[in-house]
T-cell receptor
Framework: TQLLEQSPQFLSIQEGENLTVYCNSSSVFSSLQWYRQEPGEGPVLLVT???GGEVKKLKRLTFQFGDARKDSSLHITAAQPGDTGLYLC????????????WGLGTSLAVNP | DTGVSQNPRHKITKRGQNVTFRCDPI?????LYWYRQTLGQGPEFLTY????????KSRLLSDRFSAERPKGSFSTLEIQRTEQGDSAMYLC?????????????FGPGTRLTVL
């Protein structure tokens, strides 16, 4: 059972387009992290969201945590080829022993 | 501090051989995690340490896998009698316990190919 569902699994868009990636669960998380991973490298932490309804912005990236802390979204405005990579969400469940629950990732390709 | 480092970056071995990977975490981090990742998938949890104590090991992990963190700093992951199915990227991450949430910082990974 995959506790964190990410959608879409694959996304190929043209430079300049906007996109949204979703991370959904039936479980409540005390925090949720978004990571970006390039081929052959480890994931790089982008942001952590903690409070229900929280919105964080990182340049052209906007992250939102659902009010119930069960889901999250990542919106990229005016995508650039440098945004290409695997986007992963990972949630920390309340009361868990700090083991993150990982989504399977969204593979994004931004074509020039 | 340059972040989490892993060695080697790449390892090619023949089936049946033993391999050992090393991870050096961020110096002040007391938690250390090992993950395995196959192409296009998210990281799969293997095990984690707090200081030198191994607190959890995945039930999916074969007895051929063992990890140590003897002095609470660097860690090693050994795979005995490697199989082709062990081919994957092995990732190490570290974090600091005691914070309100667990932000893990990853190394570049060790790519294992079993022939």
């Amino acid at each position: 059972t995959q506790l964190l569902e990410q959608s879409p699994q694959f996304l190929s868009i043209q430079e300049g387009e906007n996109l949204t990636v979703y991370c959904n669960s039936s479980s409540v998380f005390s925090s949720l992290q978004w990571y970006r991973q390039e081929p052959g490298e480890g994931p790089v932490l982008l942001v952590t969201v903690v409070t229900g309804g929280e919105v964080k912005k990182l340049k052209r990236l906007t992250f939102q945590f659902g009010d119930a802390r069960k889901d999250s979204s990542l919106h990229i405005t005016a995508a650039q080829p440098g945004d290409t990579g695997l986007y992963l969400c990972a949630g920390e469940r309340a009361g868990n022993n700090r083991k993150l629950i990982w989504g399977l990732g969204t593979s994004l390709a931004v074509n020039p | 501090d340059t972040g989490v480092s892993q060695n080697p970056r790449h390892k090619i071995t023949k089936r049946g051989q033993n391999v050992t990977f090393r991870c050096d975490p961020i110096s002040e981090h007391n938690r250390l995690y090992w993950y395995r990742q196959t192409l296009g998938q998210g990281p799969e949890f293997l095990t984690y340490f707090q200081n030198e104590a191994q607190l959890e090991k995945s039930r999916l992990l074969s007895d051929r896998f063992s990890a140590e963190r003897p002095k609470g700093s660097f860690s090693t992951l050994e795979i005995q009698r490697t199989e082709q199915g062990d081919s994957a990227m092995y990732l190490c991450a570290s974090s600091l316990a005691g914070l309100p949430f667990d932000e893990q910082f990853f190394g570049p990974g060790t790519r294992l190919t079993v022939l």
